[in-house]
Structure formats: structure tokens, C-alpha cells
């Protein structure tokens, strides 16, 4: 049985959502993505037996996750949500004792 490997992807132009779908594409059906920081940035431990993200793939999901980003974008706009809008939160205000 073969050694799962993990190893660290920057975040930066990679959308979570993208690369959770996409990952077992590029490194096997046994490969598991999650959110990570390493050395104070953000980014991506990948958990996987086969072959390592390739920069050519990288890229790929930094392209595939721009359009994911522009498509959820207009879904937005077309809509009347108002997406950073304040949810009231029914909390109880702690007081000193």
C-alpha cells in the first residue's frame, strides 16, 4: 500500500470550493483537501498517495476558480440579496458580575 504524502498549496487565486471539487481529478480519487496556514499564510494541505500538484495544474485551478468567482458574482448581482447585509443575532449581553 502506497504512503499518503501531505503537502502545502498557497491559497492565493485558489477558490476553496474550486479545489475541493477539482483535486481528485488532479492527484486521485483518495486525495483530500483543507483549509491550512503554514508559516502565516493561507492556503491548502493536500493529503494524497499519488502525484503532487503540478505548477500547470495550479494554474489551471487559479483559472477554473476566477471564473467560478465570476460566475458566483453575477448570480449575486442578478439577484436583490443584499449579500454583507446585518443579521440581527438574538444574543443575552453579559454583564460584570
Known amino acids: 500500500m502506497a504512503v499518503a504524502n501531505s503537502y502545502f498549496v498557497p491559497g492565493y487565486g485558489i477558490s476553496r470550493a474550486v479545489i475541493q471539487n477539482e483535486i481528485r481529478y488532479?492527484?486521485?480519487?483518495?486525495?483530500?483537501?483543507?483549509?491550512?496556514?503554514?508559516?502565516g499564510r493561507d492556503g491548502f494541505l493536500i493529503t494524497t498517495v499519488g502525484p503532487p500538484l503540478t505548477k500547470a495544474q495550479i494554474d489551471d485551478l487559479k483559472m477554473?476558480?476566477?471564473?467560478?468567482?465570476?460566475?458566483?458574482?453575477?448570480?449575486?448581482?442578478?439577484?436583490?440579496v443584499f449579500v454583507n447585509a446585518p443579521i440581527s443575532i438574538n444574543q443575552r449581553i453579559r454583564r460584570g458580575q
Open 64 to 80: 477554473s476558480s476566477r471564473e467560478y468567482e465570476e460566475k458566483q458574482s453575477r448570480i449575486a448581482n442578478e439577484s436583490s
Open 26 to 39: 488532479h492527484c486521485g480519487p483518495d486525495a483530500i483537501v483543507r483549509p491550512y496556514t503554514f508559516q
